[in-house]
């Protein structure tokens, strides 16, 4: 069968792909830019299976590039994190875009991943996926609506966000929306109803809401969270956080955008519980329990196999072409470029270079990095609580940190780094390992492209930092010891 998958690169899309290809199917995957596809964690053998042609559902013209000849098309994108103003806009235009283009093809069957909807009063978010549905349904091709509400699971967004309020902060004032409830579902399940309703004649023409096995309130996740995590924690809900401080709230706690954050706390007013489970007449699924899923995520996060993140999306106040940047400038720059040798085994320092960031930090002053990264937070950027999706490992185009990997080469062994981070400014830091004079050398240059008079204040205002971070960066990658690294090297051998 030959399926047409949109959202390839996204949080669902990423770990549906495999399934698809497992099951015996020929996927084509839509990219707005075919290189954030991760060819490298493919052999060629499941390649053979999967057509990755460029397509923008922002931009009808871009469509007219795409095989007609499928026979199920998953449509996994939304337009929430990337602007609160503008999200419903956005995701009607590539709602109809898709829905014109359905109508050229072959398609039997539209399979879309939306939000439970059950309440009369909705927010925005809920409410444009509605809509959306709506759009969808106004082909000739069979729809089949998926309602989910929150989905847990290694990576996403939700865990992400729990995970941010539960281990950071021991004592919560928290707003009231707290208590509201919610039927959480745990990603295992989301994908055994994706593949399960495919081109089923019973779930034609149907929406579903899919939850998982508990129905609970968000102060009832957090402490259930903490529990897990072996953690004691206290929840205070009060009646006096607006929407706007609660948003805040969630923005300079957690990981996410405003935007993202903004669209979470409406939506939050809502409950999200199924309405039946008609769903498991059609599919019957084992469910997971909010702390099975729980205890799956984090066994995921512990062999270091997560899959997919939702930072790994273009969100936020960001380039989306910082693919194109991969050519560092060489004129009108700052630069601070360091050189050392290396005296241990290359295997070893470039393992250090993959692990920087995140939970490792970034080797030297690493409350220093934190600071900036706060004071990017208060003007509105990303922030480095993004951290990484992966310990140990790095794909081009995720993020990392107030980062965008721009190239993860190990086997060149290159990796670029562009910040997102808000500046007067572009900025780039680059790790490279070169043999120069019968030598291993680490190669470590952080250049600096200034925007008028205000960026080159900039640089000159930490370019006193610059004197030992740097420095210190690239000296404690050299000599950086990971243990338990070195122990799975052990087992190995």
């Known amino acids: 069968m030959r399926i047409l998958l949109t959202g390839s690169t996204g949080y669902i899309g990423r770990r549906l792909l495999p399934l698809l290809v497992e099951a015996g199917h020929e996927v084509i995957c839509v990219c707005r830019d075919p290189r954030r596809f991760d060819f490298e964690d493919f052999d060629y053998s499941f390649l053979d299976s999967v057509t990755v042609v460029k397509g923008d559902l922002l931009n009808a013209e871009s469509l007219e590039n795409i095989p007609k000849?499928?026979?199920?098309?998953?449509?996994?994108?939304?337009?929430?994190?990337?602007?609160?103003?503008?999200?419903e806009k956005m995701e009607k235009t590539a709602a109809i875009n898709f829905r014109d283009f359905i109508k050229t093809t072959d398609c039997q069957q539209i399979i879309y991943l939306g939000g439970i909807a059950n309440c009369k009063k909705l927010s925005r978010h809920l409410q444009s996926r509605v809509e959306v549905e709506?759009?969808?349904?106004?082909?000739?091709?069979?729809?089949?609506?998926?309602?989910?509400?929150?989905i847990i699971?290694?990576?996403?967004?939700?865990?992400?966000?729990?995970?941010?309020?539960?281990?950071?902060?021991?004592?919560?004032?928290?707003?009231?929306?707290?208590?509201?409830?919610?039927?959480?579902?745990?990603?295992?399940?989301?994908?055994?109803?994706?593949?399960?309703?495919?081109?089923?004649?019973?779930?034609?023409?149907?929406?579903?809401?899919?939850?998982?096995?508990?129905?609970?309130?968000?102060?009832?996740?957090l402490l259930q969270f903490a529990k897990v995590r072996g953690l004691q924690r206290r929840i205070l809900v009060v009646p006096v956080f607006t929407p706007n401080l609660s948003s805040y709230w969630l923005y300079f706690v957690t990981s996410t955008t405003y935007s993202l954050a903004r669209s979470l706390v409406e939506s939050m007013g809502n409950e999200v519980i199924c309405n039946d489970s008609e769903i498991q007449k059609i599919v019957p699924v084992e469910l997971l329990t909010y702390e099975e899923a729980l205890e799956s995520a984090f066994q995921k996060i512990a062999q270091n196999e997560v899959v997919s993140s939702w930072k790994e999306s273009i969100i936020g106040p960001i380039r989306e072409d910082f693919l194109d940047l991969i050519q560092v400038?060489?004129?009108?720059?700052?630069?601070?470029?360091?050189?050392?040798?290396?005296?241990?085994?290359?295997?070893?320092?470039?393992?250090?270079?993959?692990?920087?960031?995140?939970?490792?930090?970034?080797?030297?002053?690493?409350?220093?990095?934190?600071?900036?990264?706060?004071?990017?937070?208060?003007?509105?950027?990303?922030?480095?609580?993004?951290?990484?999706?992966?310990?140990?490992d790095l794909k081009t185009g995720e993020a990392l940190d107030f980062w965008r990997v721009i190239l993860a080469d190990k086997k060149h062994k290159r990796l670029l780094l562009f910040a997102e981070m808000k500046?007067?400014?572009?900025?780039?830091?680059?790790?490279?390992?070169?043999?120069?004079?019968?030598?291993?050398?680490?190669?470590?240059?952080?250049?600096?492209?200034?925007?008028?008079?205000?960026?080159?204040?900039?640089?000159?205002?930490v370019f006193p930092l610059h004197m030992f971070v740097f420095p210190g960066m690239a000296k404690n990658i050299l000599a950086y010891q990971d243990k338990q690294l070195d122990k799975k090297r052990l087992k190995v051998t």
């Open 153 to 221: 699971g290694s990576g996403g967004a939700s865990f992400e966000i729990i995970r941010d309020l539960v281990e950071k902060l021991p004592v919560m004032v928290a707003p009231k929306w707290l208590l509201t409830k919610c039927q959480p579902i745990a990603i295992r399940n989301v994908m055994d109803y994706l593949m399960g309703v495919m081109l089923k004649e019973e779930a034609y023409n149907k929406v579903f809401d899919i939850g998982g096995k508990d129905v609970l309130n968000y102060k009832d996740m």
């Open 329 to 392: 400038p060489k004129y009108g720059c700052f630069v601070d470029f360091r050189k050392f040798p290396i005296e241990r085994s290359v295997d070893e320092v470039l393992d250090n270079v993959w692990a920087i960031g995140g939970e490792r930090g970034w080797y030297y002053g690493t409350w220093l990095w934190k600071i900036r990264g706060f004071m990017d937070k208060m003007v509105g950027g990303v922030g480095l609580r993004r951290g990484r999706r992966s310990q140990y």
């Open 69 to 87: 000849d499928f026979d199920v098309a998953y449509y996994l994108v939304h337009s929430m994190s990337n602007s609160f103003a503008d999200f």
């Open 134 to 150: 709506h759009i969808l349904g106004e082909t000739q091709s069979a729809l089949t609506v998926l309602r989910a509400a929150i």
């Open 423 to 461: 500046l007067p400014g572009e900025a780039w830091l680059e790790f490279r390992v070169k043999n120069k004079d019968g030598k291993q050398w680490l190669e470590q240059k952080a250049t600096f492209r200034p925007l008028g008079v205000w960026g080159r204040l900039y640089w000159y205002l």
